[in-house]
């Protein structure tokens, strides 16, 4: 079964505006991280964002992570669109070896 | 740097025939995993290696079977192809941080 599972299931905004994914899990993690998956193409790593931090940047990425709630959100600001693209999470579970991925999350930006 | 190097892109099979794909990475990782992707899906973990010498079944394993080679390479066999097994296909390495390197993928179909 899956650890991470995202939210929406796919998304459709316009260039310019921002675009907010979420990401929840099961299980106690060491980090989470999202990876961007262009069409037709492996996965690319985006951030990774350790347990014990609860927001992190990088560019026009914002990942927040709330250990309670067992969640975490990706925003894209000024969403451009190259950034169309499906958006997974995966999580590095406590004392565990494997990262395991959601289903993830389908973008489409229209220019 | 070429990263991770999967052969072949693409491999049509008839049920029953074998195959094996080829998975090599450059930068020296010791942990590398065999990923599937059905279409709307987040990636299932197949097989994994943690280091070289070293193995372990991953959430789908049945069907499959691996072969680390050396460091660099790591190996996905079919000993009878089924059509359950029509998929697209992904190697990647791992360092210390666990972030996840990917090949560009290998589109099987089992007719």
Not at chain 2, 6 to 15: A, C, E, N, S
Not at chain 2, 34 to 50: F, H, K, N, T, V
Request: some cysteine.
């Amino acid at each position: 079964s899956q650890q991470g599972e995202e939210d929406p299931q796919a998304l459709s905004i316009q260039e310019g505006e921002n675009a907010t994914m979420n990401c929840s899990y099961k299980t106690s993690i060491n980090n989470l991280q999202w990876y961007r998956q262009n069409s037709g193409r492996g996965l690319v790593h985006l951030i990774l964002i350790r347990s014990n931090e609860r927001e992190k940047h990088s560019g026009r990425l914002r990942v927040t992570l709330d250990t309670s709630k067992k969640s975490s959100s990706l925003l894209i600001t000024a969403s451009r669109a190259a950034d169309t693209a499906s958006y997974f999470c995966a999580t590095g579970p406590t004392g565990g070896f494997k990262t395991i991925f959601g289903a993830g999350t389908r973008l489409f930006v229209k220019a | 740097n070429a990263g991770v190097t999967q052969t072949p892109k693409f491999q049509v099979l008839k049920t029953g025939q074998s195959m094996t794909l080829q998975c090599a990475q450059d930068m020296n990782h010791n942990s590398m995993y065999w990923y599937r992707q059905d279409p709307g899906m987040g990636l299932r973990l197949i097989y994994y290696s943690a280091s070289e010498g070293t193995t372990d079944k991953g959430e789908v394993p049945n069907g499959y079977n691996v072969s680390r080679l050396n460091k660099r390479e790591f190996s996905l066999r079919l000993e009878s192809a089924a059509p359950s097994q029509t998929s697209v296909y992904f190697c990647a390495s791992s360092g210390p941080k666990n972030i996840q390197y990917f090949g560009a993928g290998t589109r099987l179909s089992v007719l």
